[in-house]
C-alpha cells in the first residue's frame, strides 16, 4: 500500500495573502504618495480587494489573461477614485509584483506542523492557482520551500482548481493515488470541491468561518488541527 501523501494550497491556507498584501500595498500608497489623491488608505485597499477578486474569478474562467489581471486591477482601482495615470498604474503594478510575494508572514503555527508532518514521514507537496515567479518567491522566502517535493502551478500545468485534470497530473508526478491524497486548502470551490471529484481526501481551512460545515468534509479552523485531523482519515 503507498502512503499517504499531503498536498497544499499556499495562498490563504499557509502564507497569509491578505495580511501580506495589504503591507505591500500600504507601502506602495506610501512610497507614491496616493495618501494626495485618494484621503485614506482603507478606500483604496478596499477598492482593491474588490476589483483583483472579481478580475480572479474571470480569470479563473478564462474571460481575462494574466497580463490583464496584473494591470486592471490597478487601473480601475485607481479609475474608481479618479485617477486616470498611466504612469502611477505601471508603478503599481510593478511594485506589488516585487513587494508581495516577499511578505513573509505564515497562518499561526504553520512551520510547526509542516515540521511535525515531516517528521512523521508524510511527504508534501503544493497546488496552486498562483503564478509560478511569484509563488516559489513566497516559499523561498517564508522559509518553508524545502518542506515540499512538488511543486505545482496551474500555469505550469496548464490546468487550474477545480479541474480534474491538475488533480490527475499531481497523482502522475507523485506517483500517488487518489485514495491516498489529502488536499488541504481554504478555497471550497477550487481546493475541496476539485479534489473530492478526483476521487481525493480532502480538509477544509476555514479560520474565519466563512463557509457554511458540510457534513461530509472535514474542516479545521487552525493548522494545529492538522495532524489529527489527517490521522482520522482511515486508510
Excluded at 9 to 18: A, P, Q
Excluded at 75 to 85: M, V
Excluded at 192 to 203: E, F, P, Q, T
Amino acid at each position: 500500500m503507498k502512503q499517504r501523501q499531503l498536498f497544499f494550497d499556499l495562498d490563504r491556507t499557509l502564507w497569509d495573502f491578505e495580511t501580506n498584501s495589504k503591507k505591500a500595498l500600504q507601502e506602495l500608497y506610501g512610497t507614491l504618495n496616493l495618501g494626495e489623491r485618494i484621503e485614506h488608505f482603507n478606500h483604496f485597499h478596499h477598492t482593491y480587494i474588490r476589483i483583483n477578486a472579481e478580475l480572479w474569478l474571470a480569470y479563473g474562467k478564462g474571460k481575462v489573461t494574466k497580463a490583464e489581471l496584473r494591470d486592471s486591477r490597478f487601473s480601475r482601482t485607481l479609475a474608481h477614485h479618479g485617477i486616470d495615470d498611466a504612469t502611477i498604474t505601471q508603478q503599481l503594478s510593478d511594485g506589488y509584483i516585487e513587494l508581495s510575494p516577499r511578505q513573509t508572514l505564515l497562518f499561526p503555527h504553520a512551520k510547526e506542523v509542516l515540521q511535525e508532518l515531516k517528521d512523521n514521514g508524510y511527504t508534501m507537496h503544493i497546488i496552486t492557482n498562483g503564478f509560478p515567479e511569484v509563488q516559489h518567491i513566497k516559499l523561498a522566502n517564508s522559509g518553508i520551500a524545502s518542506y515540499f517535493k512538488e511543486i505545482l502551478c496551474s500555469e505550469d500545468v496548464g490546468f487550474s482548481k477545480p479541474d480534474k485534470k491538475i488533480f490527475g497530473e499531481a497523482l502522475r508526478r507523485t506517483d500517488c493515488r487518489p485514495e491516498n491524497a489529502v488536499m488541504i486548502g481554504d478555497d471550497f470551490r477550487a481546493d475541496i470541491h476539485g479534489s473530492l471529484n478526483a476521487g481525493w481526501h480532502a480538509i477544509h481551512f476555514d479560520p474565519e468561518h466563512k463557509y457554511k460545515k458540510e457534513r461530509t468534509v472535514k474542516r479545521i479552523r487552525s493548522l494545529s488541527e492538522l495532524p489529527e485531523t489527517i490521522s482520522m482519515i482511515p486508510l
